[in-house]
Nanobody, 129 residues
């Protein structure tokens, strides 16, 4: 599966953005509903960190403590996409955001970036104070 992340941009603190992760590819492997999809972010000089994830077939959603209550992950199977709605943005949310997917993740691995096989190219989110 190929992933295309989009929706990043420059926003003032307190604002909102919605990131999209669109899936494509050959035949049955392109159906994003069959994948656990995660969002990760990486700020300059920092390690990549988990933000949120949705298990395959909508079996569950997960959030890091730093975004819980502000970000919402969702799926649109008709558009074969996963979205990350980000509200009440803070300057510390500034990072490159990546979406990732995998078909065989166990729950305990969902927050571990090196467990994902497929990655989008990243989209930059900049939050000004």
């Amino acid at each position: 599966v190929q992933l295309q992340a989009s929706g990043g941009g420059l926003v003032q603190a307190g604002g909102s953005l919605r990131l999209s992760c669109a899936a494509s590819g050959p035949s049955e492997y392109a159906f994003i509903n069959r994948y656990t999809v995660g969002w990760f972010r990486q700020a300059p000089g920092k390690e990549r960190e988990f933000v949120s994830a949705t298990r395959w077939n909508s079996l569950g959603t997960y959030y890091s403590d730093s975004v819980k209550g502000r970000f919402t992950i969702s799926r649109d199977n008709g558009r074969n996409a996963v979205y990350l709605q980000m509200n009440s943005l803070k300057p510390e949310d500034t990072a490159v955001y990546y979406c990732a997917a995998d078909r065989n993740l166990i729950v305990s691995s969902i927050q571990t970036h090196d467990q994902y096989d497929y990655w989008g190219q990243g989209t930059l989110v900049t939050v000004s104070s």
